[in-house]
């Protein structure tokens, strides 16, 4: 899928097409809005249902060609929303005036930067509304663009329910390495007559994708493939039953020799070891054991951190420990039992290090033992600890890599635990552009931080710090009990090389 480019130039929306055999649906709804949208969704839920399956599955087609057409208007509203912004961003470009900060300094903005923090605006808005990731929004964003300018024919039968935005996401996909010309000649080869397509899977859809680009442009094929080589990439995501998939994604050569190894040591392991383990367990710790240089696989790996109650490490609580790496990026929680165990081996490989992080009663971080600048790494490790590695844009669940300011430094605000938050480059990026403002504060209803965001359109969202591991709420005093704070514990497990 090819990036958006900031520069890309408004294109005519390829217009509704109309099947005159049924009711113009604008005499009976009006023009297209939130408010009819609303009304009709209402309807959808309260209206009586089918009742005889035939009815029932004329009615599941005919939602689904209903779900089609909203993600084509969806495309159409994105596209609209973009050439705006970017229309917007190159009038305020070109006009020195606008350009200056709090103290009267001009500031230079050129027109490519401006385009630049208009789109990542958009998607950031978009987002926002889909309530989706910006990643995904941006994906969005760029397919809706090329159906709009390459695909029209992609784009009508999107709207007309005969593609899913799904198979018309792959048709984009799978075109990408093609020119604009051969790309449209792709989409009138197999989206124009609806019969070439008719009981065809999302599997095949993608083979003749394929061999209609191998036809086209068969030395655009090889050029994919070489530039996919140097996309190679290990990746990591939480799994259920405090598991998680580690994914490399390698050359078809490369994949093929690692799993064959491992599946052969594995079997060695099996008939000439009497190894008890099934061989995908044996592949799992081998490829453990030869990428951390371990012993074993099940020792303690480096530089992972447990944020974790008192009660669950020390007693026997059962809220779970929320996982981290080294960088502060987070990976789901575990259960107290597991992470009971991980101290356990922790200690026992004398690679513990607990450190005390003070709560509220209502979960709200306050402050750290450390040996460090409080300011400097203490508080980046807190915000990290509160926002649990995860960016805080709602929706958004990519890794932290910036400690925002939410009023900027510039404009007043202090560095403190208030003032602060964990987001990943691309929301960080999208509030620097003209018209976003953010407030901090502490949510009524959960006691914990919140930071309030508005929009260049005026629309409010609110994302509220996740609840940390419970601290104990009760501690004995002289026979009778009373609330106060307790400690939440991180570990941070760290073995040093020979």
Not at 191 to 203: E, F, N, Q, W
Not at 255 to 277: I, M, N, P, W, Y
Not at 345 to 353: E, F, R, V
């Amino acid at each position: 899928m090819r990036n958006i480019s900031p520069a890309l130039r408004s294109a005519p929306i390829v217009p509704l097409a109309t099947d005159t055999t049924r009711t113009d649906p604008t005499a009976v709804l009006g023009d297209v809005g939130a408010e009819p949208l609303a009304v009709l969704h209402a309807w959808l839920l309260a209206a009586a249902k089918p009742g005889d399956g035939p009815a029932r599955i004329d009615t599941v087609r005919a939602l689904e060609e209903v779900k089609a057409a909203c993600g084509a208007m969806q495309a159409q509203m994105l596209v609209e929303l973009h050439d705006d912004a970017l229309r917007a961003a190159r009038e305020h470009a070109e006009n020195p005036a606008a350009h200056h900060d709090s103290a009267g300094r001009q500031i230079p903005v050129t027109v490519k930067s401006a385009e630049r923090d208009a789109t990542a605006s958009t998607i950031q808005q978009a987002a926002h509304a889909l309530r989706l990731s910006p990643h995904r929004t941006r994906t969005l964003l760029g397919a809706a663009r090329v159906w709009h300018e390459e695909m029209p024919h992609t784009l009508v039968a999107l709207r007309e329910g005969r593609l899913s935005e799904e198979r018309a996401l792959l048709l984009v996909k799978e075109t990408a390495c093609l020119t604009p010309e051969d790309r449209g000649r792709v989409d009138a080869d197999l989206c124009t007559d609806p019969a070439t397509l008719d009981g065809v899977g999302t599997r095949r859809l993608a083979g003749l994708v394929r061999d209609r680009a191998n036809q086209f442009d068969p030395a655009a094929l090889v050029k994919r493939a070489a530039k996919a080589v140097t996309e190679r990439c290990v990746s990591i995501r939480p799994a259920p039953d405090a598991m998680a998939y580690v994914t490399a994604l390698l050359p078809m050569a490369q994949g093929v020799q690692v799993h064959a190894a491992l599946k052969l040591t594995a079997e060695s392991a099996r008939h000439t070891g009497g190894d008890e383990r099934s061989t995908g367990q044996i592949m799992a710790d081998t490829l453990v054991a030869r990428a951390t240089g371990q012993e074993r696989a099940t020792d303690v790996p480096v530089a992972v951190n447990l944020v974790v109650a008192d009660t669950a490490l020390l007693g026997e609580g059962h809220e779970p420990a929320v996982v981290l790496d080294g960088t502060g990026a987070g990976h789901g929680t575990v259960p107290a039992a597991v992470a009971r165990t991980l101290v356990a081996g922790a200690l026992d490989l004398d690679a513990a290090w607990l450190r005390t992080v003070y709560a509220t009663a209502n979960g709200d971080l306050i402050g750290a033992t450390s040996k460090r600048r409080f300011f400097a790494d203490g508080l980046a490790d807190l915000l990290r600890i509160r926002d649990q590695g995860t960016c805080r844009t709602p929706w958004c669940d990519a890794p932290v890599r910036h400690l925002d300011h939410i009023r900027p430094a510039a404009d007043g605000g202090d560095t403190s635990l208030t003032n602060g938050q964990g987001l990943c480059a691309a929301c960080n990026q999208a509030k620097e552009a003209p018209g976003w403002r953010s407030v901090a504060g502490t949510d009524p209803r959960s006691g914990r931080h919140v930071v309030v965001t508005t929009t260049p359109t005026g629309h409010g969202y609110q994302s509220v710090a996740p609840p940390p591991p419970r601290p104990a709420r009760r501690i004995a005093t002289h026979g009778a009990s009373r609330s106060a704070p307790r400690s939440a514990t991180i570990l941070r497990p760290v073995r040093h090389a020979a």
